[in-house]
């Protein structure tokens, strides 16, 4: 799934440099350390993503509005091609 995040400068930097060095994307990079890091000794509780992925119809109405919200308040570009 596609996603955006806002890395400070320096870091970002830092990011390029290391994943350039070992001769890999910036993306792999990243989605290499964040597996590492999630898939440390786990601090969630059992069944924590299970319960967060079971969406109640409530819960699906609110989750609709508020991607319509963030999709209206884009304005620098429109939404990725999937």
């Given at each position: 799934m596609?996603?955006?995040?806002?890395?400070?400068g320096?870091l970002l930097?830092?990011?390029?440099?290391?994943?350039?060095?070992?001769?890999?994307?910036?993306?792999?990079?990243i989605?290499r350390a964040?597996?590492?890091?999630?898939?440390?000794?786990?601090?969630?509780?059992?069944?924590?993503?299970?319960?967060?992925?079971?969406?109640e119809?409530?819960?699906?109405?609110?989750?609709?509005?508020?991607v319509?919200?963030?999709?209206?308040?884009?304005?620098?570009?429109?939404?990725?091609?999937?």
């Amino acid at each position: 799934m596609a996603t955006s995040l806002h890395i400070p400068g320096p870091l970002l930097d830092a990011v390029d440099r290391r994943a350039r060095h070992l001769k890999m994307s910036r993306n792999r990079f990243i989605v290499r350390a964040l597996e590492k890091e999630v898939g440390r000794d786990d601090p969630w509780s059992p069944g924590f993503f299970e319960r967060l992925a079971r969406i109640e119809p409530d819960d699906a109405a609110a989750i609709d509005e508020m991607v319509e919200a963030i999709r209206a308040g884009r304005t620098r570009k429109g939404p990725p091609a999937l």
